[in-house]
T-cell receptor, first 117, second 111 residues
Framework: GAVVSQHPSWVICKSGTSVKIECRSL??????MFWYRQFPKQSLMLMAT?????????EQGVEKDKFLINHASLTLSTLTVTSAHPEDSSFYIC?????????????FGPGTRLLVL | QKEVEQDPGPLSVPEGAIVSLNCTYS??????FMWYRQYSRKGPELLMY????GNKEDGRFTAQVDKSSKYISLFIRDSQPSDSATYLC???????????FGTGTRLTIIP
């Protein structure tokens, strides 16, 4: 149990285009989902917290107009990187907060590798 | 000072050895303590989950939490090359809150 999927697993796009990443909790309902960014050999950096049916809460320094988050259902959240630039190239990971096996914590997706040319 | 301190390593041990990974923290409100394992280019995988102080064992893995010392540990017995990964400690006040992570320890098990 507690499976979280992400799609796509990797994407290459041209500078100026927008990219949408999906995060799904497959076998549990997640009222809260989190979006992280990770640079090579560094820990996870929380970008935003997404609650179903409400606006996302962004961490300091994260541009909400740049990284659009939608959490339309209890099993799906999306992150859209708008007008992507090479500095947005990174590993993006989502997590879903839920109760599985008596443990209420965050379960992570496999990540999406974004390369902006 | 960071809220959670974790030695980044790298840590290399021979196959079969006991591995000890540790984190210290400063926020006494933390109640939930997790260890995640992350392989290169993959998302973190929940390894151990502990609420409040105490020990928890799962196969070759044992997690310990000492809230009085604000210190948590993960022990890996009979370490295998497949245990080579980055291990992240994480903690929160409540189960569904955002996590505070350590920097991660890169572990290599040498065959």
């Amino acid at each position: 149990g507690a499976v979280v999927s992400q799609h796509p697993s990797w994407v290459i796009c041209k500078s100026g285009t927008s990219v949408k990443i999906e995060c799904r909790s497959l076998d549990f309902q997640a009222t809260t989902m989190f979006w992280y960014r990770q640079f090579p050999k560094q820990s996870l950096m929380l970008m935003a917290t997404s609650n179903e049916g409400s606006k996302a809460t962004y961490e300091q320094g994260v541009e909400k107009d740049k990284f659009l988050i939608n959490h339309a259902s209890l099993t799906l959240s999306t992150l859209t990187v708008t007008s992507a630039h090479p500095e947005d190239s990174s590993f993006y990971i989502c997590s879903a907060s839920g109760l599985a096996g008596g443990q209420e914590t965050q379960y992570f997706g496999p990540g999406t590798r974004l390369l902006v040319l | 000072q960071k809220e959670v301190e974790q030695d980044p390593g790298p840590l290399s041990v021979p196959e079969g050895a006991i591995v000890s990974l540790n984190c210290t923290y400063s926020n006494s409100a933390f109640q939930y303590f997790m260890w995640y394992r992350q392989y290169s280019r993959k998302g973190p995988e929940l390894l151990m989950y502990t609420y409040s102080s105490g020990n928890k064992e799962d196969g070759r893995f044992t997690a310990q939490v000492d809230k009085s010392s604000k210190y948590i540990s993960l022990f890996i017995r009979d370490s295998q090359p497949s245990d080579s990964a980055t291990y992240l400690c994480a903690m929160s006040n409540f189960g569904n809150e955002k996590l505070t992570f350590g920097t991660g320890t890169r572990l290599t098990i040498i065959p």
